[in-house]
């Protein structure tokens, strides 16, 4: 079985400074890795998964996360935020087809 | 567009009554999958199928049924026996072979 932890449950940061939002995942078997967002009142949506090769993903919007197996982490970083990406992250592993395992959340909330 | 659908977005129910919450996608994914999001607590999964006439119970299938009769459709019925339903419900689904999920934006349940 795997688990996921979230480290923050809420995080809040001026706009245009740098954000982390880690997560750390336990598993005794190789994983897949994913980032999803979710603004008030919808579903969520993938921001950036890990899959294999590249250790370091990106997604569209600027943001990235750095697989680190030594550490077992997966933390998310954006170098400068804006007052859109005010949401919640959800952090998932998958060590097999099809089932996620999802962390608690982290509440990212972007100050003017 | 592809995507997948939730109906009804809110839903409020009295308590001892059953309900069913509707799941559609047009993504001709094989797989789709029942979560329930409470505040601080991630998402839990409830049910999955990976095939049509076939599903599997998750973490927290008691006071719940599904059914897989359509490739396009997996409805939710939150029954009596659920002692605590009010929560945010969300349908995802997946191809066969990837590990990424599509999240519909959810429905709202409300048990007065």
């Known amino acids: 079985a795997q688990s996921v932890t979230q480290l923050d449950s809420q995080v809040p940061v001026f706009e245009e400074a740098p954000v982390e939002l880690r997560c750390n995942y336990s598993?005794?078997?190789?994983?897949?890795l994913f980032w999803y967002v979710q603004y008030p009142n919808q579903g969520l949506q993938l921001l950036l998964k890990y899959l294999s090769g590249s250790t370091l993903v990106e997604s569209i919007n600027g943001f990235e996360a750095e697989f680190n197996k030594s550490q077992t982490s997966f933390h998310l970083r954006k170098p400068s935020v804006h007052i859109s990406d005010t949401a919640e992250y959800f952090c998932?592993?998958?060590?097999?087809?099809?089932?996620?395992?999802f962390g608690q959340g982290t509440i990212l909330t972007v100050h003017p | 567009d592809g995507g997948i659908t939730q109906s009804p977005k809110y839903l409020f129910r009295k308590e001892g009554q059953n309900v069913t919450l509707s799941c559609e996608q047009n993504?001709?994914?094989?797989?789709m999958y029942w979560y329930r999001q409470d505040p601080g607590q991630g998402l839990r999964l409830i049910y999955y199928s990976q095939i049509v006439n076939d599903f599997q119970k998750g973490d927290i299938a008691e006071g719940y049924s599904v059914s897989r009769e359509k490739k396009e459709s997996f409805p939710l019925t939150v029954t009596s026996a659920q002692k605590n339903p009010t929560a945010f419900y969300l349908c995802?689904?997946?191809?066969?072979?990837?590990?990424?999920?599509?999240f519909g934006p959810g429905t709202r349940l409300t048990v007065l």
């Open positions: 993504l001709n994914h094989d797989a």
């Open positions: 598993s005794s078997v190789s994983v897949y």
């Open positions: 998932a592993v998958s060590a097999s087809y099809g089932k996620l395992t």
């Open positions: 995802a689904s997946s191809n066969q072979g990837r590990n990424e999920q599509f």
